[in-house]
């Protein structure tokens, strides 16, 4: 876990030989105590051995002695940090007196404790700390005091976090999922289809040996689905997989525009971009560059997530003006239906750290995305973020087991938002290889609202169909905006759980609002067609 280190590691605070004054609780007679009092003496002047010789003697004489395991204790510290006296001696001190009155004493049991992975006694021995540190009128080292303050907000957040543990049972996706390696999977909308990357051997040798030789390479495939499951799936033909490295891929609800990184070598370095590309009679038309104001000239962007109704496009990048390494940003499409400036998600979403991966789900509002500046549980975490409340200042980590101390970097979740579905590994029966395509039910405190998927067809009072925009809002600050294409089809998103405002416009006709409550399941209050009136 992130700060869950060896005790050894955390003992590299020194605490000064003068920190503990001579604190003497118990009562001895007048011989022992002055016995006592020149071990105290020879700790505080930098003489451990011969303190520690007189006070395991003591020890002998007055077993239930707390001040005498409290000073073996430190200079056990003092001894080349040994570990085995420190956590001896410490935790006999509270055994002996759970209030024992020096701070100290709680400060280093907290962190025997920590490095056990026993968080809810951590806490509590650090939060004891603190209630001695601060009311006894003697000041403490700065250093133990700032790594207690340090050590206390981790114990809290991981206590909370093994008390609170997410529900989760990953299985692989068949057809998916191969031997191979699977990468950056990401489902359609329509749930009709899966991108992926999947590892690939890159030379044609087929000798004996060159299975284990032969060099792999990710390269971009897509599998359809056929009823209720997903064929193995073909690579994507030109102009993908040409030669230069690619990402995973993005499309908007109609599957008409598809985003997706690309790796060139520019200015002597390689540089990632964004770019796009729509469907044809041929396939896809050639990938074109997604712009300026979308792709800085020297820095890198990547990892693209478009919003259904493609109004939005966030991604990942490097650029200036950000909070630090990578971060999160995004671009609206402006009337043209080119990318406007993009604008950094603020300190709500990024970091001083590193920000990648965005996932805005199908309700347009709900920002999933990995990080390893916020608060986790080591590496990169996954969490998410409701972009529609203001008074969200900080996203929530999707918690253990779904995090793990490994990188959690890639993260999509289904429209109707009950499952999400990543690329792993896993030790289960189903296992196919590698890193496989794995899908678990989200647990509910972290479901996106839902969304269905419908398609309607809008024309004129002759029955002819009308390009136009239909406008959905259900209760979000910024509605997504979805085109009507030539033959009037739009196909747009509605949620599951609140009332759906539609405004449907088309140049030279009225426009026409339709208010429908939540869509729910199979059925629908939304006609097949929308029929618009002459202005």
């Excluded at 490095?115 to 809810?120: I, R, S």
């Excluded at 109004?311 to 630090?324: D, I, M, P, T």
């Amino acid at each position: 876990m992130r700060h869950v280190v060896l005790l050894l590691s955390a003992l590299l605070l020194t605490i000064p030989s003068a920190l503990s004054q001579s604190r003497l609780t118990y009562k001895m007679p007048s011989a022992e105590t002055s016995r006592m009092e020149r071990a105290v003496k020879d700790y505080q002047k930098g003489r451990y051995r011969p303190s520690t010789e007189e006070l395991r003697k003591l020890a002998a004489l007055y077993p239930d002695n707390p001040d005498i395991y409290f000073y073996l204790g430190l200079n056990a510290v003092k001894r080349n940090f040994n570990v085995t006296g420190i956590r001896r001696y410490f935790p006999q001190v509270l055994k002996l007196n759970p209030n024992y009155p020096d701070a100290v004493a709680h400060y280093y049991v907290g962190l025997i404790h920590y490095t056990d992975m026993e968080y809810d006694k951590a806490e509590e021995d650090f939060k004891r700390y603190f209630e001695i540190a601060n009311s006894s009128g003697t000041p403490e080292s700065d250093a133990i005091y700032m790594e207690a303050s340090n050590y206390l907000y981790w114990s809290q957040f991981l206590a909370e976090a093994y008390r609170n543990l997410a529900p989760f049972d990953p299985h692989v996706v068949a057809g998916l999922s191969t031997p191979e390696e699977e990468a950056m999977p990401f489902i359609t909308v329509d749930g009709q289809h899966c991108y992926l990357l999947r590892s690939t051997s890159s030379t044609s040798r087929t000798s004996y040996y060159s299975r284990e030789i032969e060099e792999k390479r990710l390269q971009l495939y897509v599998c359809d689905r056929k009823d209720t499951l997903f064929g193995t799936g073909s690579l994507l033909k030109a102009p993908f997989n040409q030669g230069d490295p690619e990402g995973g891929v993005t499309l908007t609800a109609d599957n008409r525009e598809l985003y997706y990184p690309v790796i060139r070598r520019f200015r002597g370095y390689n540089n990632s971009d964004i770019y796009f590309t729509c469907p044809d009679s041929n396939g896809w038309r050639p990938i074109v560059n997604a712009g300026e104001n979308v792709n800085g000239a020297d820095t890198w962007e990547s990892q693209p997530s478009i919003t259904p109704d493609g109004q939005w496009l966030y991604f990942a990048s490097n650029r200036k003006g950000g909070l630090g390494g990578t971060d999160i940003w995004r671009c609206h499409r402006k009337a043209d239906g080119t990318w406007g400036k993009a604008q950094n998600l603020g300190s709500a979403v990024n970091t001083p750290g590193n920000e990648r991966c965005p996932f805005i789900h199908a309700d347009g509002h709900t920002l999933y995305f990995s990080s390893n500046g916020w608060q986790g549980f080591g590496g990169y975490d996954m969490y998410f973020i409701d972009l529609d409340k203001q008074e969200q200042t900080k996203p929530i980590n999707l918690g253990l087991p779904i995090n793990t101390e490994e990188d959690d970097i890639a993260f999509g979740v289904t429209p109707d938002g009950t499952h999400a579905y990543y690329a792993g590994r896993t030790s289960g029966p189903d296992r196919m290889g590698g890193a496989d395509v794995l899908m678990f039910d989200l647990y509910a405190t972290a479901r996106p609202e839902g969304m269905a998927l419908r398609t309607v067809t809008v024309v004129g009072p002759d029955g002819k169909p009308q390009e136009g925009t239909i406008e959905v809002n259900h209760g979000s600050p910024s509605p997504a905006l979805y085109r009507a294409d030539s033959q009037g089809r739009c196909t747009i998103l509605l949620s599951t759980s609140k009332a759906n405002t539609l405004t449907v416009a088309a140049p030279g006709h009225r426009s026409a609002t339709l208010n429908l409550p939540p869509c729910n399941g199979n059925t629908t209050a939304l006609p097949s067609t929308i029929t618009l009136h002459k202005q």
